[in-house]
């Protein structure tokens, strides 16, 4: 499993680190690369030879420091994964450099930690919602306080329209680490009966024999999120996980977050977030 793990040097950024560690704990399998961006101007009055020197010195430096405040994180911890390299990198765009890094190295997830927004900042746009809009690999997001916590038990958020597949995609981390997958459905009205029956068919099958099939009445009085947020509070899984459209329309992006976006803000736990 190749993990992406972002860091600006933040305290908040340590939910995320902490987080890839419970993983390793659970895995020998985790090859991890802990990863800056910093933007270096380059003044118009220096030459290219200048410049470049500077930015290799600098890029050394915070590669120090990088190594250094990953070791006050979790100290000892580091030598759980399977292998761990640092980077930091001269970026302009901090998000769009972080997905092509993930996409062209070929990760299996990438690991961010968020704070939260109000809002108007989520409706405008934070790191983490570009990130999760745009980024082929899926994320896994960490809420700054996060503390270690085994995996045992995740909750697959489903709407069934593609569950195969999705399942599939999921598999990736629950062939590693053992963890048990309980899949959460809201009933709706304009969802197909025959599909649903079909769906409950697999949990029949060997394939799911250790799967839970969790279906729910739809609350009309409360949002999917508040939905989700409540159910979350109440079982306490170690991870939410979930499926992201990235193909809406500019108006409902720009002003409309995403289920999945939105619960990275009032949800307590880990959320992990597929593209579908």
């Excluded at 899926?138 to 085994?150: D, F, L, N």
Aim: include cysteine; hydrophobic fraction near 40%.
């Amino acid at each position: 499993m190749k993990l992406l793990v972002t860091t600006d040097f933040s305290e908040n950024s340590k939910g995320a680190i902490k987080f890839a560690l419970t993983l390793a704990k659970q895995t020998k399998n985790v090859e991890v690369v802990f990863y800056h961006a910093i933007h270096i101007i380059k003044p118009t009055t220096w030459s290219d030879v200048f410049y470049k020197s500077y930015k290799d010195d600098e890029i050394e430096r915070l590669t120090k420091d990088l190594k250094r405040f990953i070791h006050e994180t979790i100290g000892k911890g580091k030598d759980k994964f399977a292998t761990v390299k640092f980077v930091v990198e001269n970026s302009i765009s901090t998000e769009k450099d972080i997905i092509i890094y993930a996409e062209k190295n070929k990760f299996d997830f990438i690991c961010i930690a968020t704070l939260g927004a109000g809002m108007l900042r989520k409706v405008m746009g934070t790191h983490t919602s570009f990130i999760i809009g745009n980024s082929k690999v899926p994320v896994m997001v960490i809420p700054s306080h996060y503390r270690e916590k085994s995996l045992i038990n995740a909750t697959y958020l489903s709407d069934f329209e593609n569950f195969k597949n999705e399942i599939n995609k999921i598999s990736k981390l629950t062939n590693e680490i053992p963890v048990k997958l309980e899949v959460l459905h809201y009933s709706s009205i304009v969802f197909d009966n025959k599909k649903l029956e079909k769906v409950k068919e697999l949990f029949n099958t060997k394939e799911f024999e250790n799967v839970n099939l969790n279906i729910k009445k739809n609350n009309l009085d409360l949002s999917i999120v508040e939905r989700i947020t409540k159910y979350v509070e109440k079982t306490k899984p170690e991870l939410l996980i979930m499926f992201t459209d990235r193909e809406k329309g500019f108006f409902e992006s720009m002003f409309i977050p995403s289920k999945s976006a939105e619960l990275t803000y009032t949800t307590k736990i880990p959320v992990l977030i597929f593209s579908k």
